[in-house]
């Protein structure tokens, strides 16, 4: 079964430093890889994926993600923290159209003045 | 067009009672899922819709959680006898195919069993 394991439940930055979530995956065939947010009282919505195209991927808000076979990763990235970006921040995988995506337990990141 | 939409937004029910949480996916959809997020934890899979028929309800805690789909749209998560333990938001999503296609999420229903 597919699963995912993001270490480190909180990640404070100061604003203007960067930003690294990390996330490793278990997946018995090749993945699809997705980053979802969580902004306080507002619903999921989808940072990026990774579909078996190009590795690295941008998403939205400067935030960008490298799908690492040999490690079995995806972390997350942005070059440069804003304030706006203090959220939780959720890792999935599915093996595809036929089956569920399972997610990850979140990190929330704080950002600092 | 309008997002996905859940309701209630909140529901406060008594131990031992029977509740219906609905899902409106967006028009078109063919692909729904309900997952249950309790706090500090993530979204944790219940049950996936394709079209009319459970592709998957492996996620389903007991035989006290139903949820249907019968046209292919709406859908209706049932639960008997809550339990204290079943406190959580309720959240439902929809994509336009499945797995690999980006998930739209409700803003959930939470659900107090007191």
């Known amino acids: 079964a597919q699963s995912v394991t993001q270490l480190g439940s909180h990640v404070s930055v100061s604003e203007g430093a960067l930003v690294l979530l990390r996330c490793n995956y278990s997946s018995s065939v090749p993945p699809y890889l997705f980053w979802y947010v969580q902004y306080p009282n507002q619903g999921l919505q989808l940072l990026l994926k990774y579909t078996s195209a190009a590795t690295l991927v941008k998403g939205i808000n400067g935030f960008e993600a490298e799908f690492k076979k040999s490690e079995t990763s995806f972390h997350l990235t942005k070059p440069s923290a804003h304030m706006s970006d203090a959220a939780e921040y959720f890792c999935?995988?599915?093996?595809?159209?036929?089956?569920?995506?399972?997610f990850g337990t979140g990190t929330r990141l704080q950002v600092f003045p | 067009g309008a997002g996905v939409s859940q309701t209630p937004s909140n529901k406060v029910t008594e131990k031992g009672k029977y509740v219906e949480l609905r899902c409106d996916p967006i028009?078109?959809?063919?692909?729904l899922y309900w997952y249950r997020q309790s706090l500090g934890q993530g979204p944790e899979f219940l049950i996936y819709?394709?079209?009319?028929?459970?592709?998957?309800d492996s996620g389903l805690p007991n035989d006290r959680f139903f949820a249907v789909r019968p046209e292919g749209s709406v859908s209706t998560l049932k639960i008997q006898r809550t339990e204290r333990g079943d406190s959580a938001v309720y959240l439902c999503a929809s994509s336009s195919t499945g797995g690999s296609s980006p998930l739209h999420f409700g803003n959930g229903t939470r659900l107090t069993v007191t």
């Open positions: 819709f394709q079209g009319t028929g459970a592709a998957d």
């Open positions: 999935a995988v599915t093996r595809g159209d036929t089956d569920k995506l399972i």
């Open positions: 028009s078109g959809h063919t692909a």
